[in-house]
């Protein structure tokens, strides 16, 4: 074992692997988990690309431009220096990506292409067909396993982060997490950890998310005394297909390829978007369009034959350009829905995808426990209220880009190492966290089904806390959270077995899953405002003199404590938000 | 007209809404369940609520939901993988009906019934339909399947690529790593002291070689697929093409791979 310091990474997605390269190419030692093989992660999932202002298609784009449509398309709420960090690293971090040897789609010249996405004008999105996420995510697993070769990371794949080890100074020292298959409790000494682990999706049940997004190590951190800033911004994707398993997304990129959403309406078509929203049309922010189409199908009842749904429509495109630049996502409308989308349009519905929300972090991106580190999805930092398309690669694999070398200095200026910690420290927890498991264990004797309890909260939460927030459905919503509480309590455990013991697994996820639930109601209900993905009918308007903060939320064993912090607005002044006309 | 207007939207309860949300009928699975590592394999028949456009995942779900065997008696969960239900994550893999495909986009409408569902046989089974594909991805480690870039600090683009050259490196990094391939492949001998590779190693390396950087150390790919388990062990079933998910032209890559490496080979002894 190296005498210097020890790093761990939880997490197995963009954010996660970037940080473990990061680190393990200045030759330090990584410890890395994840619940599934890394390149299992959620994020293969991301369709459509990354964005980077490199201005190759002669538009004037700047990384100045891709700060001010993120901030703006994030309806003011995100702290604006790390955005500027962000968008002036973007460029690199694609052609990083291009290095590595992604296959992005190409010009004439053998140079990348780039295409439009939603919330900006101009061409700042790279993209390897519509699987970009996938062949970034395998772009860093093979660089990560050259690391693995050399000796520098060791992977714990099929494992999942319980607690971190917080020392009596309040400074991490290591992790606990539990073995997916031989259900053993484990410690694992380390000076910095970076917790990487994605979003909650799966509190709304139902959602794009992969199934294995829980949140529950974002929750357990929070539950351990880690502030979490901004929950009830939860983006809900305009175009998703419905599913009784999950909902399958159908990328922003249609619409960037030239897609365009429609109803019948009075016996022809009616463009919605391009009618209410002239300057942007079909390629307005997420927010937008999942509230124009909320309008269309329940105030207006245009739903496509009575139902919940929309048309999105490439029919118009050449066939042979749609399998060039979107095959992935049109195949799996096809394969899941047995039409073809190049003749037939697409029957889409607005579906939960996003968390802005998420661990607070400093510009460091450290947490509130000292030497436990937040990127990717799980942290809250660029996307305000709302995120804009292809922004989550670029960011996510920014958190890596940083956080490897924050935590490197973190890391070498401490005075003591977690290997010179008691024992004992670790001993302890690991004994605490084996006596929650065996509480789960013992769960013998009630009447709940654990997936049953889920189901109730995914259709509350969806219901009642995604697009339209009516505060007396929150507070039914919060009450709900409380009876689902207590009847977790009379869970009858489907299974006591001892070796891959999936519904111990969930049923403890279950229970982080209700905390976080709770973060994102409460916080809906306090703010008073109208933002980004937030509508409150009773406040539609947004409201900076009263509202321009960050929602801070601290668990109490009754739900979160809330309270705020100022916005750092230095960089862009705050303005109107409105997709109508060019207000820049 | 702005659409931030009240609304009062009244979702109904769970089970009750549209037409997809209304389970008719039922559909019959028969499991091979297995409860630990080196167990001994058994049948279980089950029997759920048959929902419209429904995949073999969700007939799992309905299952842990209310774990009772067909005759009603109660039982674990049935244990399996899965995570982004868009097969293109690839752990979900089983056999379905004797065939090895993902069990996310295998549709109940499609599939004979009782739906047999089995863990892929050339891995080992850590519980049930859940396995453990190690040899998969050691065999990525074998063949060297990256490149080796030279650190990840701003160094610029990377070398120029035709559309077309790219095209078919695209076409071969949409692999997703399910191990179908591997798992149908009769040259797959897993009591052999070296098995064979299998086609999705071949094919990375074939990917990594198209890249102009790659490109450069093609020979430490030919060294690694030489040898016992390398790429004469291929007998051209061609079982790997059939399965794959993706669609990827592996005898193509096979063969590809096998040119290159006599090309190298004669070069060596040119040189000699």
């Known amino acids: 074992m190296s005498a210097g310091p020890r790093y761990v990474v939880v997490g197995g997605g963009l954010a996660g692997l970037m940080t473990t390269i990061r680190i393990a190419e200045q030759g330090h030692p990584v410890d890395l988990f994840s619940l599934v093989r890394v390149s299992r992660s959620h994020s293969v999932c991301a369709q459509g690309g990354i964005n980077g202002a490199v201005n190759t298609k002669g538009e004037g784009d700047s990384p100045w431009i891709h700060l001010d449509d993120t901030v703006y398309g994030g309806d003011f709420l995100a702290n604006q ?105 484990r410690a694992f000494r380390g000076d910095a950890v970076m917790v990487a682990t994605g979003g909650p999706g799966v509190v709304f049940g139902r959602s794009t998310n992969s199934i294995l997004n829980t949140g529950a190590a974002n929750s357990n951190l929070y539950q351990q005394g880690a502030k979490y800033a901004n929950g009830e911004f939860v983006q809900i994707h305009p175009t998703a297909i419905p599913g009784r398993d999950k909902r399958r997304l159908i990328s922003e990129s249609v619409r960037g390829e030239g897609g365009r959403v429609w109803v019948p309406r009075d016996g022809g078509r009616w463009y919605f978007l391009e009618e209410w929203y002239p300057a942007y049309g079909n390629l307005v922010p997420r927010d937008v369009a999942a509230q ?46 047995g039409e073809d989308p190049r003749e037939v349009p697409m029957k889409v519905f607005p579906a939960v995808h996003y968390s802005m929300g998420g661990l607070w972090v400093d510009y460091d991106l450290m947490t509130s426990i000292p030497g436990v580190f937040s990127g990717g999805e799980a942290n809250y930092e660029y996307h305000g209220a709302n995120r804009l398309g292809a922004n989550a690669l670029v960011s996510c694999t920014f958190d890596g880009m940083k956080g490897g070398p924050r935590m490197i200095a973190y890391g070498g200026g401490l005075e003591s190492l977690a290997a010179d910690a008691p024992s004992s420290l670790f001993d302890d927890a690991v004994a605490e966290q084996r006596k929650r498991l065996e509480e789960v264990y013992a769960m013998t004797s009630g009447s709940e089904n654990p997936y049953g309890l889920h189901e109730e909260l995914g259709e509350w939460m969806t219901r009642y806390c995604t697009v339209i927030r009516d505060e007396e459905k929150l507070r039914r919503t919060d009450e709900k959270i409380g009876e689902l509480m207590d009847r977790w309590n009379d869970v009858a455990l489907p299974d006591a077995g001892e070796w891959v013991n999936q519904s111990v697994v969930f049923t403890r996820q279950l229970w982080d899953m209700f905390e976080l639930a709770r973060v994102m109601v409460r916080g809906a209900i306090a703010r008073k405002e109208s933002r980004g993905v937030h509508l409150r009918p009773d406040y539609p308007e947004r409201d900076d003199a009263n509202w321009l903060k960050t929602t801070i939320a601290e668990w109490t064993p009754d739900g979160p404590r809330l309270s705020y912090e100022p916005v750092d607005v230095s960089l862009v002044q705050p303005r109107p938000r409105q997709y109508k006309k060019d207000i820049r | 007209m702005s659409p931030k207007t009240d609304m009062d939207i009244e979702i109904p309860p769970p089970g009750t809404g549209s037409r997809r949300e209304r389970a008719e009928g039922s559909v019959r699975l028969t499991v091979m369940r297995q409860d630990a590592p080196g167990g001994a394999p058994y049948w279980q028949a089950f029997e759920v609520p048959r929902y419209p456009n429904m995949n073999v995942v969700e007939c799992l779900m309905e299952i842990r939901k209310n774990p009772v065997d067909a005759e009603g008696k109660r039982t674990t969960p049935v244990a399996w993988a899965a995570n982004c239900l868009e097969e293109v994550c690839g752990i979900c893999t089983m056999r379905v009906n004797g065939k090895v495909r993902q069990s996310c986009a295998a549709l109940v409408q499609d599939l004979e019934e009782p739906i047999r569902l089995e863990p892929m046989e050339k891995f080992p089974v850590k519980r049930d339909l859940v396995i453990d594909r190690d040899r998969l991805f050691d065999a990525y480690k074998r063949v060297k399947a990256w490149i080796p870039i030279d650190g990840t600090y701003d160094l610029g683009p990377g070398p120029r690529i035709p559309e077309d050259e790219r095209e078919e490196g695209y ?54 697929l030489m040898g016992p388990g390398g790429i004469s062990d291929c007998g051209k079933a061609m079982n790997c093409v059939e399965v794959c998910p993706k669609s990827i032209p592996l005898m193509e890559s096979i063969a590809s791979m096998n040119r290159q490496i006599t090309r190298h080979l004669l070069v060596d002894w040119l040189k000699e």
């Open chain 1, 81 to 185: 220096p790390p955005v500027k960090e962000m968008t002036e690293a973007a460029a690199a971090i694609i052609y990083l990506y291009d290095r590595m040897g992604v296959m992005f789609n190409r010009t004439s010249e053998g140079l990348l292409d780039f295409r439009r996405f939603g919330g900006t004008k101009v061409h700042r999105t790279a993209y390897a067909g519509a699987t970009t996420g996938q062949q970034l995510m395998y772009a860093l697993d093979q660089q990560v396993r050259r690391y693995e070769e050399e000796g520098l990371v060791t992977k714990y794949e099929g494992w999942e982060f319980l607690r971190a080890v917080v020392d009596g100074g309040g400074v991490a020292r290591g992790i606990v997490a539990l073995d997916l298959a031989s259900m053993k409790v």
């Open chain 1, 292 to 337: 124009a189409i909320y309008k269309v199908v329940y105030d207006m009842g245009l739903g496509v034959d009575g139902q919940e749904a929309v048309y999105l429509d490439v029919t118009h495109k050449d066939p042979h350009e749609l399998d060039v630049k979107l095959g992935g996502v049109l195949e799996i409308y096809e394969k899941f829905m």
């Open chain 2, 171 to 224: 076409w071969l990094s949409r692999c997703i790593s399910c191990g179908a391939c591997v798992d149908a492949c009769p040259q797959v001998v897993t009591d052999a002291d070296t098995p064979f590779v299998g086609a999705a190693p071949i094919s990375w390396a074939r990917l990594v070689n198209i890249h102009p950087t790659g490109a450069m150390n093609a020979e430490e790919r030919y060294d690694a």
